[in-house]
C-alpha cells in the first residue's frame, strides 16, 4: 500500500502502520502561474522560491518538483497553506525546514514500519519540536508586529490619528469631537477631488489644522508626505468645497425661532425684540503694491494694512451674519448700510451695536430700532436712567466681543498677516478666498458649543 509522506523531517504519513487513515492533510508545492499577468506571476514564482528554501533539499528544484514531494499541514499555523496571493499570512511561505522523507513503497514501507515501532515510544505525540518552535516564533513575530502596527498608526496621520481621542480632536480641528468632524467630512467628501496621495479624511484634516493652528504649508508638507504644491492646491480646494457646502450654515433665524430661544437676561432688558448684535473685526493683509489698494486698506484703529469684517451674532450667540471684506479704511457705518444686513431687519426689531456705527438712521428706515450705550462727552453726569439702560446695553453687547475672540484664537489663521493673492476675486464669483476663510471659520465655530448661552449640565 503507497503511504504519502512529508518531505520534512517529521516522520509523519496519511496512515498508519495498521492501514488506518490519520487527521491530516498533504500539499504540493505550489506552481508558478505565468500566464495570469505580471502580479499573479510574480507573486507565484517567489512562493515556489520561498517553500523549497524552507524545505531545503538537494534533490528538489525550482523547474523539477516531484508530484510526490508533499508538506503535511502539521507544518502550517492554521493547518493548511494560506491563499497564495495573501503575502502577508505567515503560511504564504513560512513552512518549517528539515531533512528529506520522501514517498515510500513496498519494502520500504515494511522499513518504515519497523521504525516507527521502534521509535513510537520517544515522537512527540501531537507536533515535532521544529513545528512548536516555529509556530511559537510566529506567534512572537505576529504579537510585535501587532504592536509594531499600532505604534506606526499612532503616528500616520490617518483616521486612527484623531478617533477615540477628543482632546486631540479639540487641539487639531477646533471642533468638539470626532463625530463632529466625520459629520463634516459626510457632507463634503463626494465634492472633494481625487488624490493619489491624499484620503478625503486627510484633505479635511489638513485644512482644519491650518485654520486652526496656522501651520505654514511646509510644515503640513513634511506632516502628509506630499510637495509644498500639492498642499496649498488641496487647502484652496477643500475651502472651496466648505464655503460651497456648508456655508448656509451662517443664517439669519426667522423672528419665531429668535423669540422662541430668547435668554433670560435680553428678555428682561429688551424682551423678546432683539434679532441681532453687531460688530466689526480686521484681519491684517500683506501692504499692497497699488497705491488705491494701499490706501483702501491701511486702517487707522490697527495702524497697518488690513480687511474688515461686520459680524453679527444672535442673543444665542451663534453667528448669524458674516459680511464680505471691506478695506480697512472703511468706516462701521459704510460697511452696515452696504453690506445686506440692514434688508434683514424686520418691524421692530431691536439691533445691538457700539457708538462708533452711527447707524440709527439707517436702519430706523427698516422700521427697526438701535440700541447703544449712552454718549458721555459733553455731559458731567448721565442721569440714574441713562446709567441703568448703558450698563445693561453694554453687559449684553459685550456678547459679540466674545464670539469674535472665540472666533479668532479658536482658529489661528485669523490672527495671521494674509497675503495679497487671498485678497483677490475668486475666478466667476464675487468673493475673495479670504472672504470664503472667513466664512468657512464661522461655520466651524457655529458648531462649537456657544459662549454666551452655557449647556445645562
Given at each position: 500500500m503507497v503511504r504519502t509522506c512529508c518531505v520534512i523531517g517529521c516522520n509523519v504519513r496519511s496512515y498508519d502502520r495498521h492501514g488506518n487513515k490519520l487527521g491530516l492533510s498533504f500539499y504540493a508545492f505550489p506552481t508558478w502561474k505565468q500566464f495570469q499577468g505580471a502580479q499573479v506571476s510574480d507573486v507565484t514564482k517567489r512562493r515556489r522560491r520561498a517553500w523549497i528554501a524552507a524545505v531545503r533539499r538537494a534533490d528538489i528544484k525550482f523547474c523539477s518538483i516531484s508530484r510526490y514531494h508533499l508538506v503535511c499541514s502539521r507544518h502550517f499555523h492554521s493547518g493548511k497553506p494560506a491563499y497564495e496571493?495573501?503575502?502577508?499570512?505567515?503560511?504564504?511561505?513560512?513552512?518549517?525546514?528539515?531533512?528529506?522523507?520522501?514517498?515510500?513503497?513496498?519494502?520500504?514501507?515494511?522499513?518504515?514500519?519497523?521504525?516507527?515501532?521502534?521509535?513510537?515510544?520517544?515522537?512527540?505525540?501531537?507536533?515535532?519540536?521544529?513545528?512548536?518552535?516555529?509556530?511559537?516564533?510566529?506567534?512572537?513575530?505576529?504579537?510585535?508586529?501587532?504592536?509594531?502596527?499600532?505604534?506606526?498608526?499612532?503616528?500616520?496621520?490617518?483616521?486612527?490619528?484623531?478617533?477615540?481621542?477628543?482632546?486631540?480632536?479639540?487641539?487639531?480641528?477646533?471642533?468638539?469631537?470626532?463625530?463632529?468632524?466625520?459629520?463634516?467630512?459626510?457632507?463634503?467628501?463626494?465634492?472633494?477631488?481625487?488624490?493619489?496621495?491624499l484620503s478625503h479624511f486627510q484633505m479635511l484634516l489638513l485644512t482644519l489644522m491650518r485654520l486652526r493652528l496656522d501651520l505654514p504649508v511646509q510644515h503640513l508638507s513634511y506632516l502628509f508626505n506630499v510637495s509644498h504644491k500639492t498642499l496649498s492646491s488641496v487647502f484652496a480646494d477643500t475651502i472651496d468645497v466648505l464655503y460651497a457646502r456648508l456655508g448656509i450654515l451662517v443664517h439669519w433665524p426667522e423672528r419665531h425661532c429668535l423669540q422662541a430661544t430668547m435668554p433670560p437676561q435680553f428678555m428682561e432688558t429688551f424682551g423678546n425684540r432683539v434679532a441681532i448684535i453687531v460688530d466689526c473685526f480686521e484681519i491684517r493683509t500683506e501692504r499692497p503694491c497699488n497705491l488705491k489698494a494701499r490706501a483702501q486698506t491701511c486702517s487707522h484703529y490697527k495702524g497697518t494694512h488690513t480687511m474688515k469684517y461686520l459680524i453679527g451674532i444672535t442673543p444665542q450667540g451663534a453667528i448669524s451674519f458674516i459680511s464680505k471684506g471691506w478695506g480697512g479704511r472703511a468706516s462701521d457705518k459704510h460697511i452696515t448700510e452696504q453690506c445686506g444686513i440692514l434688508n434683514k431687519l424686520l418691524p421692530g426689531d431691536v439691533v445691538l451695536d457700539d457708538r462708533g456705527f452711527d447707524i440709527r438712521d439707517a436702519v430706523g428706515m427698516m422700521c427697526a430700532e438701535v440700541k447703544i450705550p449712552a454718549f458721555t462727552r459733553g455731559f458731567c453726569q448721565l442721569d440714574a436712567k441713562d446709567i441703568e439702560n448703558t450698563r445693561a446695553i453694554a453687559h449684553l453687547r459685550i456678547h459679540v466681543e466674545r464670539v469674535i475672540g472665540s472666533l479668532r484664537n479658536k482658529f489661528k489663521m485669523l490672527h495671521t498677516t494674509m497675503p495679497i493673492r487671498s485678497l483677490l476675486p475668486c475666478e466667476g464669483e464675487d468673493v475673495t478666498f479670504l472672504d470664503k476663510i472667513v466664512r468657512v471659520?464661522?461655520?466651524?465655530?457655529?458648531?462649537?458649543?456657544?459662549?454666551?448661552?452655557?449647556?445645562?449640565?
Open positions: 496571493m495573501d503575502q502577508t499570512n505567515p503560511d504564504w511561505g513560512q513552512i518549517c525546514d528539515g531533512h528529506v522523507e520522501a514517498e515510500v513503497t513496498g519494502a520500504d514501507a515494511e522499513n518504515a514500519d519497523l521504525r516507527e515501532r521502534q521509535t513510537e515510544d520517544q515522537r512527540p505525540t501531537n507536533d515535532c519540536v521544529r513545528c512548536v518552535q516555529s509556530r511559537a516564533e510566529i506567534n512572537r513575530l505576529l504579537e510585535e508586529n501587532g504592536k509594531l502596527k499600532s505604534q506606526l498608526d499612532k503616528t500616520e496621520v490617518n483616521e486612527n490619528f484623531l478617533q477615540g481621542d477628543t482632546e486631540k480632536v479639540k487641539y487639531y480641528t477646533g471642533l468638539t469631537c470626532f463625530a463632529i468632524f466625520m459629520s463634516v467630512l459626510d457632507n463634503v467628501k463626494a465634492f472633494l477631488p481625487a488624490s493619489k496621495k471659520c464661522c461655520v466651524l465655530g457655529n458648531m462649537c458649543p456657544s459662549v454666551v448661552v452655557k449647556p445645562h449640565t
